[in-house]
């Protein structure tokens, strides 16, 4: 009888989700798909609304992300109001959103390392699940758990400091910045009493990484294959093919690195980028349109990241850079759980960014705001933690949003998150008449390589246990069972 | 920076998503009634959510009371004592519970403080900005009991 393995929800990533693994009479893997039930109608909420409001507004997506949507929201208003893209900003308007930014990416990053992946590594992701989260690194590796803690709570300093609270900040705002920064609030974070100050920051994102690469060469095997294909990868770069998470022109990479998208501006986005809709999943299949569905389809975030950038614009980083890159010969890195490697990468080029922004008079002083003749349509692209991050806009006569078009980075990842499953699914499943929590954690420590925000689920609407239902090929329930119990 | 002898009262909860924005409404409220009452004993704050970084925050507190909207079947509000739970974190790992943060509290700094969970009904989530008739009336009830309990120590 060929079953339907159905793994719902995905723990440790937000929002809802489930996996569904179809297996044949012989036990082979025919498919595996990851459900996503993404809410799609906050693109009509906003219509109607006055366009200065959206950088608010679009907080209300996520409570996850929201300096994210906050920025490439106001990003695309600074198109509308005049104020350019990306470099029209004054000096303290960009350097303040990119100060915010790096906050995000720094909290971000280390809290999808300690709390959500390294108990994966430290414990093995057949490891017993009660003590597989930080409270099990708490009792066994105290000063990694203290690390985790204290590097997120420094990223959410930054971004109150920046943003000027941590619910619905109010920082950026179209055409620039609200705010200066403090000279109390830049000493604090500069030279406050230890651990919660920028040197201890990037002196403790070098440890993390340290820990990783030492967990590599010790697990190299299983590192290299675990989820292993090839696949296209997009983001921002630099116009010098600098990593840059806030603002440049869009590229994107083959498996073998070449360039398949040449650095474009993104207000054309929709030139070179479409969007699949597929019958079983709420969420869609983002493309490059000149390869079509079956080629075109790119993995975002922090590998891809590392592999369309050129180099990493601060020092730390770039020697880590080096060492990683040379991994693959200089070629395109996609190994799924390396994934991990470049994020804890990107997490000392965050540390580094926001120790030299510290340093840099423009946060204190200088004109907040730039405006210029308004325009009627604004595309807002940036790097957001897990990937590429499109907010689009129209505005009518009356400034209020008449079109508005997101494409989050969970949605760029759809389709290498599915093949991640099915790749896991059919090296762990195939054959097997139990599925044990080992091989749950396995596709789901695919899935959390991506880091992904499945939804907009409010907390409140949200906990539930893990749950397996074994369907028939008449999608019959055969059997039905909670995660952790007997 | 929380010092020791102080009460840490945390609302948490999406403002953007009506009801869900109860816990931060309340701490709107406590800090308006503090202006009346100043004092250096009592401290609040408001997230998202709860994560991490705040089992840091409440170990330097002697007591906290967690604020939150409430799915469950309770009248108008609730309020209960948090337990350090080890219990397997299922779910949002973007999130984490108050017994969570207390258990992680202890764990890391081998202290935590005595906790509280105000747990305020509410009834609609949707992509707006304002409470529901009925959250707005437990708002208030839960308002007045919380002004009871933080008097004393005024």
Known sequence: ?486 | MIQKEKILVYGYGNPGRQDDGLGAALIQKIDEWLTSFPSQKIITDTNYQLNIEDAASVSEASKVIFVDASIEEIENFSFTEVKASDARVEFSMHAVSPAFVIDLCTKMYGKAPNAYLLHIKGYEWDFREELTPGAQTNLSLAFEFLCDFLKPNL
């Open chain 1, 1 to 486: 009888m060929s079953k339907k393995i159905t793994i719902e929800p995905v723990t440790r990533v937000e929002g809802h989700g489930k996996v569904t693994i179809h297996m044949d009479d012989n036990g082979n893997i025919q498919q595996s798909r990851l459900h996503i039930v993404e809410f799609r109608g906050f693109e009509r909420f906003v219509q109607g609304r006055p366009y200065w409001e959206a950088p608010v507004l679009v907080q209300r997506l996520c409570g996850i992300c929201p300096v994210s949507h906050h920025l490439a929201a106001a990003k695309a208003l600074d198109v509308i109001v005049g104020a350019g893209t990306g470099h029209g900003l004054t000096p303290t308007g960009e350097k303040m959103r990119r100060l915010m930014h790096y906050g995000q990416f720094f909290q971000s990053h280390a809290l999808h390392f300690f709390h959500l992946s390294a108990p994966d590594f430290l414990f093995g992701i057949d490891g017993d699940p009660a003590i597989r989260n930080i409270i099990g690194i708490a009792l066994t590796r105290p000063e990694l758990a203290v690390q985790g803690v204290m590097m997120r709570k420094f990223g959410q300093e930054v971004i109150r400091a920046t943003a000027g609270k941590k619910i619905h900040g109010t920082g950026a705002i179209p055409g620039g910045i609200n705010k200066h920064l403090t000279i109390e609030e830049r000493d604090e974070f500069l030279k406050g009493a230890d651990p919660l100050n920028a040197d201890k920051m990037v002196s403790w994102a070098e440890e993390a990484l340290d820990f990783f690469k030492n967990y590599y060469l010790s697990n190299k095997d299983f590192i290299d294959n675990f989820a292993y294909f090839p696949s296209n990868h997009l983001s921002l770069v630099r116009k010098d093919g600098a990593l840059d998470l806030y603002h440049g022109v869009l590229r994107a990479v083959d498996a073998q690195g070449n360039k398949i998208l040449n650095d474009i501006d993104y207000q054309e986005y929709t030139d070179y980028i479409e969007e699949e809709v597929r019958s079983w999943s709420y969420m869609k299949f983002p493309y490059l349109k000149q390869y079509g569905k079956e080629k075109g389809w790119y993995r975002v975030g922090p590998l891809a990241r590392l592999n369309t950038a050129d180099f990493i614009p601060s020092p730390i980083a770039q020697r880590e850079f080096e060492i990683y890159k040379a991994l693959t010969n200089g070629k395109p890195n996609n190994h799924c759980m390396l994934m991990h490697y470049a994020r804890l990468i990107e997490t000392l080029h965050a540390a580094e960014m926001i120790r030299e922004l510290l340093n840099d008079p423009d946060l204190l002083e200088g004109e907040l705001v730039t405006k210029g003749v308004k325009q009627k349509e604004g595309v807002g692209l940036i790097e957001a933690p897990r990937g590429t991050l499109f907010h689009h806009y129209r505005i009518n006569d009356n400034d209020q949003i008449e079109m508005a078009n997101l494409i989050v980075s969970t949605t760029n990842n759809n389709e290498p998150m599915n093949r991640s499953v099915n790749h896991v699914a059919k090296s762990v499943m195939t054959g097997k008449e139990v599925i044990t929590e080992g091989m749950m954690n396995a596709v789901e420590v695919a899935i959390r390589a991506y880091d992904p925000c499945l939804s907009c689920a409010t907390h409140a609407l949200g906990n539930m246990p893990l749950e397996i239902t074994l369907v028939d090929k008449n999608d019959q329930i055969i059997d039905r069972r909670r995660s952790h119990e007997g």
